[in-house]
């Protein structure tokens, strides 16, 4: 269908031009956002106005100014080259804990779903299982056997969030599984895998954009956590929640350290949630 | 809707009649003050009894609804509060004016009113939820709530829309009796039949204007606006089979016929589809199995219309199921063209499917969201049509076929209407070239307008491409329009069969006889003959 | 007859309940138990190390007292099998560095964290609810702005929200203490801290519930009853709505728990966090493992309330 292929192009070309004039302002300011520090996680010193690792020893604890944006640190470091310094380290471990969240899920909620019966009530009892660990305590318990590190983080949140994941899906895959047009799809002859592949995944992954997005703000608040704790990465490094943990000494006479960090979490998330949920609607069909 | 006036009486009913979107609705909602928040309601005289109800504010207003005006709201399953004991509704309005000075009176009351509306063992059926009645109690219970503090006017939106027709036919009865006690009764309805048994007075309404008000018989016999007419003549009617009920063209194919069957008749004998003894049994959530189908059997010939008719719960749906072959029957068997077909394993039925095709009553959910319209048909060609020149040749003359533009091709199934939505889905249904479809009431979601466009062209369609029709509805008057012969359902058996005008002249059985007695018809002088109506 | 076969039904559904949710701690416990030995070197050379306090080779005969003590030297069946034998007998093992069995260590702090995740779940019900009843389903400015404000709360990180309540309300404006103690006045700002992210979740879902119910044809009859506009928010759809926040209130006890541990940090209260981070910086497998397999056994107890709770409130849902 060569011909409905290439009007089908043209059109969605249109229609991603009417949707893009469509977007909210909200959504506008949500990408500027996001575009910011991933342009941070990526190559830092674009962004940076000093050298987040320099100690200063003459302006310790500066608050904010023209010189210091987001004011100084005990060492007279930059906070907010230190922040744009430790997005890449955040990002990462927010990324790389949905993704591996989310391929947990998948696997067990795909699996679930299909298949079904008592191997279904076994995997969904196993997610129970999961569920009713705390994220939190999970990762300490992770931190706390293999020692502070990205990887640890990583881990401990993505095993912490998957069984969110793995329910949703199975829950997904289920409901298009019974859907009337996978029967449609049956009666007109088709065979199983073919519809597998052309209905039941592709709809059952439809809300998982979104929920990415939504993930990815999440984990990175949940890794903040555990650094907050004094429990993640090893300093220097100037990973988003070890500035909130290194904050909390100096927070009642120097506010910005605790502030500033805080700001940048709650923006990047607060993003990632307009974003994400925005997605939500559209793929809904409520826009 | 705007410009709308009349004006209602003591112990008269007016109805008001249109299609969805017609603004019936919202009209009947405004007179209670409930029209919605973004609705605004500007109104040169809206009195009751005397009082200007434009100029109350919200107290008094409160005090109007449920003393003075009833409200009966379509859909009885929503239309009580489905956590709360169906007595407390109904006593709410008794207690929020202060009617009854102790509990043990609103209970009094409460299983009086029930009584009232006929509800039998009123006292147990006060204490339980809603969905543990039937559709005919709730209905019930909701007009008791609404005649709770003896209102002088009672409003029913779309009172029996979603009632078995026997069911219905006692509902009307009930709001007879209420109008007869000197009620003035305002009643919405897209049903012309449920309207001409109990209006004296008819508003027609479309897109929000009224397009034409009288009595009823003068509408109903002498209609002067277009509108008006057409919707009287799209009421499935008794008229001989093939007469048009749409004021559209038939549907013409641009090129010949495209012949369904490349066999010719005489490679399989004249029944295509033909089923013995069919059981299915379900297990019910309570974990007790229930008969849906208990021992059916059919035929259905080339180039014949089977109608299904039953009331809800007789086991048509789950008839069609078997018939498609998507659920296994428990006993019994279906043979497919003169061979096996239930009793095959599902890869050997695969190749056949094709033959025989199916339309849902809500086409929506049938579609994969995602796809385009192009894309919908497409996927169900016949896999011999290799090319994808001649795959989209093929997509445009089947929507030629079913009255829809080339335009739609990349439209997805949300940005259709309803009627384009089961167009579509008959241009799916046709595609693989069938010798059989099976119709789950597929016209039973659309307003009586696209109703009858809709079956006009099945009917042309089944000329053209030499097709058998499996065609299941709870509407008598759509199966009357378009069967050859008639199959009626209950409870999982088959009451009666026989061809057309044997069940519907010549009723055999107790149960096909009340089933047409309670069809409301529009039994009133020019359009005596006209009698049609809905299980 | 008919009231002894409801009854019936109850008790047979707590006991379906009960064996479900002594399957999950039971499951728990084997995560917990197969986490310990996973755990990479030597677990008696770690606790070697972590008594001495340096870093180094310990002897053979040490490291065999320590491996009879915790009979790490059994059979890992034998070792599964008395682990499991133990949490029956409410013994979870000891602490690797307080050489003190578990339950005590977590029984002397866990009071003031349940308290503090109680109380903010009480606070989160009805934060939300109030928002909910008097805004939703309102075209104006303040429903906008109150959805708003849930999805910043359910965005912010609650420790760090929690700090900058320290400073604002005890510190700058020193209208409640900074070290609370446990006194009640204390209790406040660490619950606000915590319910203000919870109510942001149970916000939006009991909000967009009741937005919904709102258009709902029952609602539409109260209101033509008569009913007045709180009449129908409290009586008809409130019930409606809350629904879906029940459900969610299950799952929400393990993010109040884990949220409660970063709270008491950042309010120095005493409770499980101290404990946890002490005994996770320290590598204290069993403290940390205990304390899971607790917070575990407190989920599944909050999520037969929770089912309970739907039950009392949903009428239709029958007890299979």
Redesign the interface.
Known sequence: ?????D??AC?QLIEASAILRRIPLRVHVALIVIGFFIVAAIAPSLLQTHDPLAIDLTAPLQAPSFAHWFGTDQSGRDIYSRIVEGAGQSLTIGLGATALSIGIGLVFGIIAGLVGGAFDHVLS??L??L????????A??F?????PSVLTLVIAVGVGTAPGYARMIRGQVLSVKG???V?????????YPRILW??II??AM?PLTAMMTLGV?QAI?WA??VA????GVAPPAPEWGAL?NAG?NY??FA?WL??MP?IA??SF??GL??VG?YLQDLLE?KI | MRGVSFSLQAGRCLAIVGGSGSGKSVTSRAIVGLAGRRAHVHARQLTFAGTDLTALDDRSWRRVRGKEIGFVLQDALVALDPLRPVGKEIGEALRLHRAVASSEELERRVVALLELVGVPEAAVKARQLPHQLSGGQRQRAVIAAALALDPRILIADEPTTALDVTVQAQVLGLLEETKLRGKALLLISHDLAVVSRIADEVLVMHEGKVVEHGSADQVFQDPQHTYTRQLLDAVPSARPRGSRRSLLPAARPARPPLRSQEQSPSTFPSVVLSAAHLVKRFKGPDGVLRTAVDGISFELRSGETLGVVGESGSGKSTMARLALALDPPDEGAVLFQGRAWTTLTERDRRARRRAISVIYQDPLSSFDPRWSVGHIISDSLASDVESRDERYERVVELLDLVGLSPALLDRRPLELSGGQRQRVAIARAIAPRPAVIVCDEPVSALDVLIQAQVLDLLTDLKAHLNMSYVFISHDLGVIRQLSDRVMVMRQGRVVETGTRDEIFLNPRTDYTQRLLAAVPSLARGGVANRSFSRV | MRVNSAAHVRIGWLAGRFVSAATVVWLAATFTFLVQCLMPGDRAQIIINMASGNVGEASPAELAAVNAKYGFDQPLVLQYGKYIWGILHGDLGLSYQQHRPVLDIIAEQIGPTIILAVAALIAAWVIAVLTTVLVAGQDNMWSTLLSGIQVFLATVPPYWLATILLVVFAVQLRIVPVIGGNSPIGLVLPTIALALELSGFLGQIVRSEFTRVLEQPFVISARARGMGELGVRFRHVLRHAALPGITLSGWAIGKLLSGAILIEAVFARQGLGGVLVAATSSRDVPVVSGAILISAGLFTVTNMLVDLTYRFVDPRIKMT
């Open positions: 269908m060569s011909r409905v292929g009007w089908s059109s009892r196993l129970d299982v569920f009713a660990l705390p994220t939190l305590f999970l300490l318990l931190v706390c056997l293999f020692g859907a009337p047009y029967e449609a799809a049956k009666a007109l002859g088709h065979p052309r209905h592709p709809n439809s703000g608040v903040a956590g907050f704790l004094g429990l909130l909390r927070v009642i506010w605790e502030i805080g979490v709650v998330a607060l949630t307009v949920r069909g």
